[in-house]
């Protein structure tokens, strides 16, 4: 098998979880969105997720 440089470079982009913008740590805690955004904002692709370096909870677009 010979692997390609766009197979590579495919690789290296898939991310899994969103990145805090402040710390840049991977966000891999999911919490459940707050009233709010379940009743108000349901139809936005917002998912809240928990940073435990800076302590916030962040909103995320998806
Ligand atoms: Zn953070």
């Known amino acids: 098998m010979i692997s390609t440089p766009f197979e590579e470079d495919h690789k290296a982009t898939q991310r899994r979880y969103p990145l805090c913008p402040k710390c840049k740590t991977e966000l891999d ?29 962040r909103y995320v677009f998806h």
Do not use: D, M
């Not at 805690?29 to 909870?57: A, D, H, T």
């Open 29 to 57: 805690n999911r919490i459940s969105r707050g009233f709010l955004v379940k009743n108000v904002l349901f139809f936005l692709p917002l998912k809240r997720y928990i940073c435990y370096k800076c302590q916030r909870k």
